[in-house]
């Protein structure tokens, strides 16, 4: 059993789940999250203040996530890394696999 989680920018979010759809992934988690990029330098001369506003340091984004086999997961991977490709999103949808030790 796998743990696959989706991160991605609100406006990928039907395109996630239609590859979760066409991979047999019929229910999963959804979170509403906030993303935050900070990695650009600040525009100083075209802000008074000098700072980036809050509004522009956040991403409306959701993170999609759910249990799933080994071979399903990795063909969402696959899917997924497809999608970039094709697309090339200035926001690349996000995704890892992690092991399940152990369940209840």
């Not at 991605?8 to 047999?24: M, P, Q, S, W």
């Not at 525009?43 to 506003?53: E, I, T």
């Amino acid at each position: 059993m796998k743990l696959l989680m989706v991160t991605a920018i609100r406006e990928c979010y039907k395109t996630v789940d239609a590859v979760f759809d066409r991979n047999g992934i019929k229910k999963y988690s959804l979170a509403n999250i906030s993303g935050v990029g900070n990695n650009e330098m600040p525009d100083y001369a075209g802000n008074w203040f000098g700072s980036v506003s809050a509004k522009d340091e956040f991403f409306d984004s959701v993170m999609m996530f759910c249990f799933t086999d080994d071979d399903t997961a990795r063909n969402v991977l696959t899917d997924l890394k497809a999608y970039n490709e094709a697309e090339q999103p200035a926001f690349p949808v996000r995704a890892l696999l992690l092991p399940v030790e152990g369940s209840i």
